[in-house]
């Protein structure tokens, strides 16, 4: 995905792959709740371009990135300023830009510290399995508790120190302790059955007995096959939403150098968690007129098994009457109210991806039941783009005046933005944007 100059994207994500991030869903909860209208996309690049994307964050518009696998320890060289724990931990996933001079923070950490925070006791004894990127943010989070004992299974040979003592795969049912802790990538989507103890070959139940607690630092799926096995043998078991809410919430706070109180924070995570355990069997995508809707809508339909309606082809079908035809004879206003109509007996339907028309979002009664009984896919497409490649000679607002496309992206952009629960880059071939709705839906739909 390119670096956009064009678009007022205040924060991003810097990452190599990014298409299935949920970060700018659970971005735009939060701006939305704060009432401001920021931008957070998602800036996918390779490590050879990591000099130029640092250079363009010092001197864009952009005010801040995250950063995720495989950058969180190589941008460290390129920052004016590291914050102490974020130097313990090694890695960073936050950059603020003040001014040109870039600051850096781990917030991984305080994902880390409100998920397990009220598990923690000065006797607790914590096995951790793997020591990549994302352990070393629990290991100082631990540390800084006072807990008495971290055991970490690791495939290599390293060196105990302190409180840490690592260990051998084949002798962690030997280990006793409180908390058990996954932080490998194993049974990650889509290999969903696979567990890091399953794996050994050894009755698991031999190691999740000696445990209270599960913590898997996966999010996609909610709930692995590691999170499954250790509840069968009675373990209290957290995944890893909580953890990516909280580093974004606190990302945030860095990003606008502002402080949110527990119960604003709360609020932020239980409404991402209402988005994605809700089971919306509905997709609907927004977007202007031209912008891709009924192509990608369906497309997506096809690989969901989802009926596809076109909300324009179904007002024809349900007025007996041509969009132009209805347009001409009774004016816009009607047409808008023949659109609720329709949109709201569409809305009780399921297993349904719609595309609506570009302005269906200008009324508030359709942003609101497009919001409480569909998820909302915006296909924002720079409009030159639009202009330079679609035929608007039939788009009835349109075809008399082409130029006027510019005024009504400058009317309907943020109302796209608010009423969508994701915003997809549409300036990309085919493929890629379909990959990017699907892997969201994916993630979405595999817990329906
Ligand atoms: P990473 O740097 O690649 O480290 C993962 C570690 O797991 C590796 O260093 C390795 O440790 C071990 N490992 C890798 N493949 C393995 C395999 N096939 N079998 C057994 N062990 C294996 O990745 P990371 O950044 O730490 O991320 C790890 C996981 O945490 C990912 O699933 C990521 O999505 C998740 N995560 C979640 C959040 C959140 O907010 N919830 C944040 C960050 C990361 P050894 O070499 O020591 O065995």
Same mark, same amino acid.
């Given at each position: 995905?390119?670096?956009?100059?064009?678009?007022?994207?205040?924060?991003?994500?810097?990452?190599?792959?990014?298409?299935?991030?949920?970060?700018?869903?659970?971005?735009?909860?939060?701006?939305?709740?704060?009432?401001?209208?920021?931008?957070?996309?998602?800036?996918?690049?390779?490590?050879?371009?990591?000099?130029?994307?640092?250079?363009?964050?010092?001197?864009?518009?952009?005010?801040?990135?995250?950063?995720?696998?495989?950058?969180?320890?190589?941008?460290?060289?390129?920052?004016?300023?590291?914050?102490?724990?974020?130097?313990?931990?090694?890695?960073?996933?936050?950059?603020?830009?003040?001014?040109?001079?870039?600051?850096?923070?781990?917030?991984?950490?305080?994902?880390?510290?409100?998920?397990?925070?009220?598990?923690?006791?000065?006797?607790?004894?914590?096995?951790?399995?793997?020591?990549?990127?994302?352990?070393?943010?629990?290991?100082?989070?631990?540390?800084?508790?006072?807990?008495?004992?971290?055991? /970490?299974? &690791? +495939?290599? !040979?390293?060196?105990? =120190?302190?409180?840490? %003592?690592? @260990?051998?795969?084949?002798?962690?049912?030997?280990?006793?302790?409180?908390?058990?802790?996954?932080?490998?990538?194993?049974?990650?989507?889509?290999?969903?059955?696979?567990?890091?103890?399953?794996?050994?070959?050894?009755?698991?139940?031999?190691?999740?007995?000696?445990?209270?607690?599960?913590?898997?630092?996966?999010?996609?799926?909610?709930?692995?096959?590691?999170?499954?096995?250790?509840?069968?043998?009675?373990?209290?078991?957290?995944?890893?939403?909580?953890?990516?809410?909280?580093?974004?919430?606190?990302?945030?706070?860095?990003?606008?150098?502002?402080?949110?109180?527990?119960?604003?924070?709360?609020? /932020?995570? &239980? +409404?991402? !968690?209402?988005?994605? =355990?809700?089971?919306? %069997?509905? @997709?609907?995508?927004?977007?202007?007129?031209?912008?891709?809707?009924?192509?990608?809508?369906?497309?997506?339909?096809?690989?969901?098994?989802?009926?596809?309606?076109?909300?324009?082809?179904?007002?024809?079908?349900?007025?007996?009457?041509?969009?132009?035809?209805?347009?001409?004879?009774?004016?816009?206003?009607?047409?808008?109210?023949?659109?609720?109509?329709?949109?709201?007996?569409?809305?009780?339907?399921?297993?349904?991806?719609?595309?609506?028309?570009?302005?269906?979002?200008?009324?508030?009664?359709?942003?609101?039941?497009?919001?409480?009984?569909?998820?909302?896919?915006?296909?924002?497409?720079?409009?030159?783009?639009?202009?330079?490649?679609?035929?608007?000679?039939?788009?009835?607002?349109?075809?008399?005046?082409?130029?006027?496309?510019?005024?009504?992206?400058?009317?309907?952009?943020?109302?796209?933005?608010?009423?969508?629960?994701?915003?997809?880059?549409?300036?990309?071939?085919?493929?890629?944007?379909?990959?990017?709705?699907?892997?969201?839906?994916?993630?979405?739909?595999?817990?329906?």
């Amino acid at each position: 995905m390119g670096f956009r100059e064009d678009v007022m994207s205040e924060f991003c994500l810097f990452g190599k792959s990014l298409s299935h991030s949920i970060s700018p869903l659970i971005h735009k909860v939060i701006y939305r709740e704060l009432g401001i209208k920021n931008l957070y996309s998602l800036m996918e690049f390779e490590y050879d371009d990591l000099n130029f994307y640092m250079d363009k964050l010092k001197k864009a518009t952009i005010k801040g990135a995250n950063v995720t696998i495989p950058y969180k320890v190589d941008v460290m060289e390129y920052v004016d300023f590291i914050d102490e724990d974020s130097k313990n931990i090694g890695s960073v996933n936050t950059l603020v830009n003040m001014g040109g001079r870039i600051s850096a923070f781990n917030t991984d950490y305080y994902g880390i510290e409100e998920t397990l925070k009220k598990y923690i006791r000065s006797n607790t004894r914590v096995l951790i399995l793997g020591y990549g990127g994302a352990a070393r943010p629990i290991i100082t989070y631990l540390i800084n508790s006072g807990v008495s004992k971290v055991y /970490i299974a &690791s +495939r290599q !040979k390293r060196k105990d =120190y302190g409180i840490i %003592k690592f @260990i051998d795969y084949s002798s962690i049912k030997d280990i006793e302790g409180d908390i058990i802790i996954n932080t490998t990538p194993v049974g990650m989507y889509p290999n969903v059955n696979e567990s890091p103890i399953s794996n050994l070959g050894i009755d698991e139940g031999e190691v999740y007995k000696n445990f209270k607690i599960a913590f898997d630092l996966i999010y996609n799926p909610l709930e692995t096959r590691f999170l499954k096995d250790a509840k069968k043998y009675g373990l209290i078991s957290l995944n890893g939403l909580k953890m990516l809410v909280y580093q974004a919430i606190f990302a945030c706070k860095y990003f606008l150098n502002t402080d949110f109180d527990k119960e604003f924070s709360e609020k /932020i995570y &239980s +409404r991402v !968690k209402e988005i994605i =355990y809700s089971k919306k %069997k509905i @997709i609907s995508f927004v977007g202007m007129p031209g912008g891709g809707k009924s192509t990608i809508g369906k497309l997506i339909s096809k690989s969901l098994g989802y009926d596809y309606i076109d909300l324009d082809d179904f007002i024809e079908e349900f007025s007996g009457e041509s969009i132009g035809y209805i347009f001409e004879t009774y004016g816009e206003e009607y047409f808008r109210n023949l659109e609720s109509r329709c949109l709201d007996i569409l809305m009780s339907r399921k297993n349904m991806v719609i595309s609506t028309g570009g302005g269906c979002i200008l009324k508030s009664h359709n942003r609101e039941i497009l919001k409480k009984n569909s998820f909302v896919i915006y296909l924002d497409w720079d409009v030159e783009n639009i202009v330079s490649s679609v035929d608007l000679s039939n788009r009835p607002l349109l075809r008399k005046d082409k130029a006027r496309i510019y005024n009504i992206e400058k009317e309907r952009k943020h109302l796209y933005e608010d009423v969508s629960d994701v915003i997809v880059d549409n300036n990309r071939c085919l493929d890629d944007i379909v990959t990017s709705c699907m892997e969201i839906l994916n993630f979405l739909k595999i817990r329906l």
